[in-house]
């Protein structure tokens, strides 16, 4: 059965802190690993990572991919309150259908 | 670019009653859509996967005629929850995949705003 899974679920961190959010797979015929933002409505996109070991970067967050391992981590540097909000993680397989799979997300509070 | 846009954001109905959700893609055409379900502190459960001018796929435990999907345009999907029951409460979200990502083989999927279904 395939399977996305997260950690932690929660996580409460001051302004500055610098958090790492992890996501496990297990998805038959990987195609890629998707990170969403998701506040109080709709999920917005972050990164797309295909490949192992390549860092994506965007402002303060980065991501990378370890499809040895069958993980990936989601950076965030000196966290803002704005920051605050469930991040998702999903996997995509080398279907037709292109389904996401999702994990529970990680939900992160930046306190003041 | 690529907005997806989803009605009503917020609903509440009677027991017994049919309520409808749509999902536009305003600037792009999708031949595919996909709804999800999400409940309080949960993920998104792949509900049903919508393609234009064809029946919907549903996922294992989804009820077929109890969430009826219609994507009769490239830019348009609906879901309509017939006969809704307290326990249909929820919030449901419609992403779309541009259709010239097929291709590519690119799955970046843009989301709804979401709609939060009440039942009484």
């Known amino acids: 059965e395939d399977k996305v899974v997260q950690s932690p679920l929660s996580l409460v961190v001051h302004e500055g802190d610098t958090v790492t959010l992890n996501c496990s797979y297990e998805?038959?015929?990987?195609?890629?690993l998707l990170w969403y933002k998701q506040e109080k409505k709709a999920p917005t996109f972050l990164f797309m990572l295909?490949?192992?070991?390549i860092e994506k970067k965007s402002g303060r967050l980065s991501s990378i991919l370890d499809k040895k391992e069958l993980f990936s981590i989601l950076n965030i540097t000196a966290t803002q309150t704005g920051d605050s909000a469930v991040y998702l993680c999903?996997?995509?397989?080398?279907?037709?259908?292109?389904?996401?799979?999702f994990g529970t997300g990680t939900r992160l509070t930046v306190i003041p | 670019g690529a907005v997806v846009s989803q009605h009503p954001s917020w609903v509440i109905c009677k027991s017994g009653t049919s309520v409808k959700i749509e999902c536009r893609s305003l600037d792009f055409q999708a031949t595919t859509m996909f709804w999800y379900r999400q409940f309080p502190k949960q993920s998104l459960m792949l509900m049903a996967t919508s393609n234009e001018g064809s029946k919907a796929t549903y996922e294992q435990g989804v009820e077929k005629d109890k969430f009826l999907i219609n994507h009769a345009s490239l830019t348009l999907s609906t879901l309509t929850v017939t006969s809704a029951h307290p326990e249909d409460s929820s919030f449901y979200i419609c992403s779309a995949r541009r259709s010239w990502d097929r291709f590519s083989g690119a799955n970046v999927l843009t989301f709804g705003a979401g709609s939060r279904l009440t039942v009484l």
């Open positions: 999903a996997v995509g397989e080398q279907t037709g259908a292109n389904n996401l799979f």
């Open positions: 295909t490949s192992s070991g």
């Open positions: 998805v038959t015929n990987f195609r890629s």
